[in-house]
């Protein structure tokens, strides 16, 4: 298709420019500061739609933050597809580690640094562009929708609702999402499977004020002590998590399922050189890829309490507080999970201590058969720009609508990723390939002529 890389050719530094000016609002979703932030990036969606070819777009409201949707409905006998992306972003904490200011974006050696430049902005903005070309050629095959959300990095909290009150205006055939990872530059992915996600703040506390440490120490119990020994006894030695039932709904993969995925390209030595460990640590019988892939996990994301300063400070604090995540696989419910996991910390913790477990967001994992019409456009969207078959891959991460609207809309995903496990997601210098991001539009403006092919038999 000369037209596509021709218009992408033709507009490749505007592309990036209007990446940038996205990029450049502070949209942090799990700080208050930045709320204003989150309407300037939904206006900027709005006016992109609109600049695209979308007949219409607007803003709508929420309890928390806006949602942005856009349209264009060229013919209501045609197929119907919903791009989903979301603005808001991870706060950029620890600052100091950044090599450059986090949202005024660069690009050196080839790479997009900035907060965004892969997740989501970076890739949800491949569907504007690769919209725009297909409208601005004349050679859109089918109605367009987008749904682009201001929550994703804090649960997709409000979207649920949103979607159960908007069921027809977001009728759809299918959803195309970006925001999971290639194998490797040149070896593309489609995902195929997501991990769902369970998440709780658990606070421990000992004495009602913090207490001198050499008066009391040894003779009260010090909460962070305890709380570490609560979550340690999580996991046994071969990296079982311990707390009954959490394992009861697990769906095992079969023997041909585990074969099919080692045929995905995985270097150990390189890998653990890419995160600087010495080794790997997960549950004893399945390999890398399968820990992340096809089992659940159980994580500290973050754990806090007494005196953090600067220098010295003798306490022994009155409370401790640790906010822990768990990796889920298909069949587990998270609310399930959840009520499992705070019944378990309120029964093992101590006389001596009172634990509180706050519940916090979550979402289902999702499965997409591999054998879908639009999983097959996909697959040969990707075979066209990279010369190759993509690898049907499941992610470790979580994306909680997924499945949300396949149970809310009752639609399937086709999760179109061209991020790259060296992009730093989530982390200070977060990086996306230029290369990706134009070799993206240039993908999913395939799909969509691959899609209406098969729409037509």
Request: proline share 6%; net charge negative; hydrophobic share 35%.
């Amino acid at each position: 298709m000369d037209f596509i890389k021709q218009y992408i050719d033709n507009n490749k530094q505007r592309f990036l420019d209007e990446l940038f000016g996205l990029i450049r609002i502070p949209s942090i979703s799990s700080e208050a500061a930045h709320k204003p932030d989150m309407y300037k990036a939904a206006e900027y969606w709005k006016k992109s739609m609109l600049e695209a070819g979308a007949d219409k777009a607007e803003v709508f409201e929420t309890e928390g933050n806006p949602i942005v949707y856009g349209e264009k409905i060229i013919d209501k006998k045609l197929p119907t597809v919903l791009v989903y992306g979301h603005m808001d972003v991870m706060p950029v904490d620890p600052i100091e580690l950044w090599n450059n200011p986090p949202f005024e974006p660069v690009v050196k050696d080839g790479l997009i640094l900035a907060r965004g430049a892969d997740d989501d902005k970076g890739q949800s903005f491949m569907h504007a562009k690769a919209f725009e070309l297909l409208v601005k050629t004349g050679k859109l095959p089918c109605n367009v929708k987008f749904l682009i959300e201001g929550e994703e990095e804090i649960g997709s909290t409000h979207l649920y609702q949103f979607c159960k009150d908007h069921k027809d205006m977001l009728k759809a055939d299918v959803f195309i999402v970006s925001d999971t990872e290639m194998i490797e530059e040149d070896i593309p992915a489609i995902t195929a499977g997501l991990r769902g996600l369970a998440y709780w703040e658990i606070e421990v506390t000992g004495p009602n004020k913090d207490l001198h440490s050499g008066i009391y120490g040894g003779a009260v119990a010090n909460p962070i002590n305890v709380l570490c020994k609560m979550i340690a006894d999580v996991q046994d030695e071969n990296g079982h998590i311990t707390i009954p039932g959490f394992y009861d709904d697990v769906v095992i993969a079969s023997t041909r399922e585990r074969k099919l995925m080692r045929k995905a390209p995985y270097d150990e030595k390189t890998y653990k050189e890419a995160i600087d460990v010495k080794a790997l640590k997960g549950e004893k019988g399945y390999t890398t890829n399968e820990r992340t892939w096809i089992r659940p996990s159980f994580d500290v994301c973050g754990i806090y309490g007494g005196y953090t300063g600067e220098g010295s400070k003798t306490v022994l604090p009155s409370k401790a507080t640790a906010k822990i995540s768990c990796r889920l696989v298909p069949n587990q419910d998270n609310h399930k999970i959840s009520k499992l996991v705070k019944k378990y910390f309120e029964k093992i913790a101590p006389r001596y201590v009172k634990v509180k477990v706050t519940e916090m967001h979550g979402g289902m994992a999702y499965l997409c058969p591999i054998d879908l019409p639009a999983y097959k456009a996909a697959e040969r969207a990707f075979n066209k720009v990279y010369g190759k078959e993509p690898i049907p891959v499941r992610s470790g991460g979580s994306i909680p609508i997924i499945a949300g609207f396949e149970s809310i809309l009752g639609v399937k995903s086709i999760l179109m990723g061209f991020g790259l496990g060296s992009d730093n997601i989530h982390s200070p210098n977060e990086n996306y390939p230029v290369n990706n991001f134009y070799k993206g539009i240039e993908t999913i403006a395939n799909f969509y002529l691959e899609y209406a092919k098969d729409a037509k038999k």
